[in-house]
């Protein structure tokens, strides 16, 4: 296991490098070009620059969050080979620089969606939310302009307002595109990359969906444990592999979070942990990382991922905002510090553990 830390990069990001550098046991950073919008070639030149800022800092760039896929190839138009070869491009910039695993996700439209980006809790921490009922009663459109307005000025992934500046032309762009449609063009395009996977050893780790069902009638197919092992058959190859998020995965209660690192074993990339707090079915909040503060077993899943032999990049996943920081909803420093440093200690013990027969 590799403790890394998301970072947006110059510009984009309210944390710096050296403060990642002193999370204790954090040796790498899992980053992006966030500048670069879909469809467009990676240079190389700008992998290359990324990284030895990165590197000046003592870091190491451990993989990429993300490297988005261009709705055509998504909905799978006649163009879409275009920028499929766009995609291969980028991945080409990155193997080429050591770069071997990219995180990317096959969500319609929205990225992952909350209807709350502040909610406050009662110790005056501030959290993500989700009340499915408020996604019940709002159309799309209205729904980009608050999650947009609530982000502290800042640029959130999934949520770039170029894009999202026509949600009705890419809501009526996907009207016949059901999830059997999205997951066959999800099979097209990672066998169309394959070669250039296999090439330079890169490993492409699907982010699952968020939350894990259907919103505003889009299709979602990375939901759960069945979809994801469907995924794994359909194009069979080791570079086909997920991004184990328990924060999306966990959303829905159903899903047996251990049960499906244990199912996934070899072809976990990459590993988001976080916990959530459930209310009910549809309503839940973002929580500190400790199994006491949410819903989720953390030791269980962390085991889990221990036990098969994990040995790709974690990273805590959303924190809390705490501490009166100024950061892009989820992605402050300091929650996520002592997020890294709890998920470690519980790693630590189930290593020490087994190595004494206990
Ligand atoms: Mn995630």
Same mark, same amino acid.
């Given at each position: 296991m590799k403790m890394t830390l998301r970072w947006y990069g110059p510009g984009y990001d309210s944390v710096t490098l050296e403060q990642i550098r002193q999370i204790p046991g954090v040796t790498g950073v899992i980053t992006t070009l966030y500048d670069i919008p879909a469809g467009e070639e990676w240079p190389r030149e700008r992998v290359k620059e990324l990284k030895r800022i990165v590197e000046e800092a003592g870091l190491k760039?451990?993989?990429?969050?993300?490297?988005?896929?261009?709705?055509? =190839?998504? =909905?799978? #138009?006649?163009?879409?080979?275009?920028?499929?070869?766009?995609?291969?491009?980028?991945?080409? &910039?990155?193997?080429?620089?050591?770069?071997?695993?990219? $995180?990317?996700?096959f969500m319609p439209v929205f990225d992952w969606t909350r209807t709350d980006l502040a909610k406050m809790r009662p110790d005056g921490s501030t959290v993500l939310a989700?009340?499915? *009922? %408020?996604? +019940? #009663? =709002?159309? /799309?459109? #209205? !729904? !980009?302009?608050?999650?947009?307005?609530?982000?502290?000025?800042?640029?959130? /992934?999934?949520?770039?307002?170029?894009?999202?500046?026509?949600?009705?032309?890419?809501?009526? &762009?996907? *009207?016949?595109?059901?999830?059997?449609?999205?997951?066959n063009n999800l099979v097209y395009f990672l066998e169309a990359i394959g070669p250039t996977c296999e090439k330079y050893g890169i490993k492409m780790a699907i982010h699952p969906d968020d939350p894990a069902w259907p919103v505003f009638g889009l299709p979602r197919i990375i939901t759960g444990k069945e979809a994801i092992l469907k995924l794994f058959r359909a194009v069979d190859k080791p570079y086909n592999g997920l991004t184990f998020c328990m924060g999306s995965l966990g959303t829905n /209660? *159903?899903? +047996?979070?251990?049960? =499906?690192?244990?199912?996934?074993?070899?072809?976990?990339?990459?590993?988001? %942990?976080?916990?959530?707090?459930?209310?009910?079915?549809?309503?839940?909040?973002?929580? @500190?990382?400790?199994?006491?503060?949410?819903?989720?077993?953390?030791?269980?899943?962390?085991? @889990?991922?221990?036990?098969?032999?994990?040995?790709?990049?974690?990273?805590?996943?959303?924190?809390?905002?705490?501490?009166?920081? *100024? $950061?892009?909803p989820g992605y402050g420093l300091y929650d996520r510090a002592l997020g890294a440093v709890y998920i470690q200690g519980l790693w630590e013990a189930i290593d020490k553990a087994e190595a004494r027969g206990v």
């Open positions: 760039i451990e993989g990429i969050e993300s490297v988005n896929v261009h709705d055509a =190839i998504k =909905i799978g #138009t006649p163009d879409r080979d275009k920028y499929i070869d766009a995609y291969i491009k980028s991945l080409e &910039a990155l193997g080429e620089e050591g770069i071997d695993l990219v $995180c990317y996700n989700y009340d499915q *009922k %408020v996604v +019940d #009663t =709002i159309d /799309p459109q #209205t !729904f !980009f302009n608050q999650t947009n307005d609530n982000s502290n000025g800042f640029v959130m /992934p999934g949520w770039e307002p170029e894009r999202l500046a026509h949600v009705k032309e890419l809501f009526e &762009a996907y *009207k016949d595109v059901d999830s059997e449609k999205l997951f /209660p *159903k899903n +047996d979070l251990a049960d =499906i690192v244990r199912s996934s074993e070899g072809r976990i990339h990459f590993a988001h %942990v976080r916990n959530l707090h459930h209310y009910a079915p549809g309503v839940f909040e973002e929580a @500190a990382h400790l199994s006491s503060d949410g819903s989720f077993d953390m030791y269980e899943v962390v085991k @889990a991922l221990h036990d098969t032999g994990f040995e790709g990049p974690i990273r805590p996943d959303h924190g809390r905002t705490i501490w009166g920081e *100024k $950061c892009m």
